[in-house]
């Protein structure tokens, strides 16, 4: 944890896991419509096969883990409702400075990061160095919970391929 990086790449790179291995570019506008409904702009996505079959369920089913139980992110198991399953990633950088959880769901991938962006400062919450579990862990629970309400369940993809793992 000592190289920072953008949430939006953050975002990007678990997306490619939840769509079993496709990439695709990210995008903050998807359509746009004048008030008549005509549509001025639609988003083309772009996708783009960049992992071998198998690879992507063998890591969301590792990720899926991280939140069963008392792993590192029993928070967001803890706080999870959602008709959805769930897959993520803590993160802690040197000296507490970044503070993050990635996650996601077959519909959405949400990366959130706590930190002092103008410096490598620790991060302090309610007196103390801050944590996953107390930080970005409820942020992200909190607002995939929203999102998700009322959207229908979703299977992880499944290519029924499993990798050829090396030994050690």
């Given amino acids: 944890g000592s190289i920072g990086v953008p949430p939006i790449q ?14 695709r570019d990210p995008c903050c506008i998807t359509r746009i ?3 008549n409904g005509n549509v001025i702009y639609e988003h083309k ?3 783009e096969k960049v992992l071998e079959d198998g690879i992507a369920e063998a890591a969301t089913s590792i990720l899926q883990g991280v939140i069963a139980g008392n792993a590192t992110g029993y928070e967001v198991g803890a706080r999870w409702y959602a008709n959805a399953p769930i897959a993520g990633k803590t993160g802690t950088s040197d000296e507490a400075t970044d ?6 769901t077959p519909q959405y991938t949400t990366a959130v990061w706590c930190g002092v962006l103008e410096s490598r400062e620790t991060v302090y919450y ?19 919970n929203a999102i998700l309400e009322g959207v229908e369940w979703q299977d992880f993809p499944n290519c029924g391929v ?3 793992y090396l030994p050690n």
């Fill in 45 to 47: 996505d772009n996708p």
């Fill in 33 to 35: 419509e004048d008030r």
């Fill in 126 to 144: 309610q007196g103390y160095n801050g944590t996953t579990a107390a930080l970005p862990q409820p942020i992200f629970s909190n607002f995939m």
């Fill in 10 to 23: 953050m975002a990007e790179g678990f997306s490619t896991l939840a769509t079993g291995g496709y990439h």
């Fill in 99 to 104: 503070l993050w959880f990635v996650g996601y």
């Fill in 162 to 164: 499993t990798p050829t």
